[in-house]
T-cell receptor, first 112, second 114 residues
Framework: QKEVEQNSGPLSVPEGAIASLNCTYS??????FFWYRQYSGKSPELIMS????GDKEDGRFTAQLNKASQYVSLLIRDSQPSDSATYLC????????????FGQGTTLQVKP | DAGVIQSPRHEVTEMGQEVTLRCKPI?????LFWYRQTMMRGLELLIY????????DSGMPEDRFSAKMPNASFSTLKIQPSEPRDSAVYFC????????????FGQGTRLTVV
């Protein structure tokens, strides 16, 4: 089992819709969770972090964490063509000083 | 702050040659990560350092790969000898020791071994 798993996609949504991206992780003691966005040919860019169960909102982005189910998700409201990118889920290990492991990423396509 | 700086941005080398990739982390960051990204395998963690000390190198593919961090502002990843299957984008990232703000990536080095 991979440490961090994501559906590779592509996930295609129309402009203005809600895009839902999902991630599961295997290390139950993980404490910090991150979503990165990576445009083609560019480096990953941090867009959201979450540490506690529940929802965390930042503009059009909402991260959701369920530690009991070992599940993290990212919702993008009012999706724009400029949101088209690969979204990477990253998980930090115990004590927040361990490995920072990434999933394979989900490619999102927002169609005008 | 200039961010994480990697060099070179592109490297083309012949099989069997030694390759050295360089990274300057963000000033004040205590952790440094080396990742390799390919289409097939995604973003793989090769090695990471806390306070210049290698903590986990279990992701280093084989003995041909080595990494050093002689001080807080510089790290190298060396491949000797290089092989075509090492072709990938290599990223360096840094973060504070308490990674509440996540890790910040350099622009990457695109390595092609022919």
């Amino acid at each position: 089992q991979k440490e961090v798993e994501q559906n590779s996609g592509p996930l295609s949504v129309p402009e203005g819709a809600i895009a839902s991206l999902n991630c599961t992780y295997s290390d139950r003691v993980s404490q910090s969770f991150f979503w990165y966005r990576q445009y083609s040919g560019k480096s990953p860019e941090l867009i959201m972090s979450i540490y506690s169960n529940g929802d965390k909102e930042d503009g059009r982005f909402t991260a959701q964490l369920n530690k009991a189910s070992q599940y993290v998700s990212l919702l993008i409201r009012d999706s724009q063509p400029s949101d088209s990118a690969t979204y990477l889920c990253a998980v930090d290990g115990s004590s927040n000083t361990g490995k920072l492991i990434f999933g394979q990423g989900t490619t999102l396509q927002v169609k005008p | 702050d200039a961010g994480v700086i990697q060099s070179p941005r592109h490297e083309v080398t012949e099989m069997g040659q030694e390759v050295t990739l360089r990274c300057k982390p963000i000033s004040g960051h205590n952790s440094l990560f080396w990742y390799r990204q390919t289409m097939m395998r995604g973003l793989e963690l090769l090695i990471y350092f806390n306070n210049n000390v290698p903590i986990d190198d279990s992701g280093m593919p084989e003995d041909r790969f080595s990494a050093k961090m002689p001080n807080a502002s510089f790290s190298t990843l060396k491949i000797q000898p290089s092989e075509p299957r090492d072709s990938a984008v290599y990223f360096c990232a840094s973060s504070p020791l308490n990674r509440d703000r996540g890790a910040f990536f350099g622009q990457g080095t695109r390595l092609t071994v022919v």
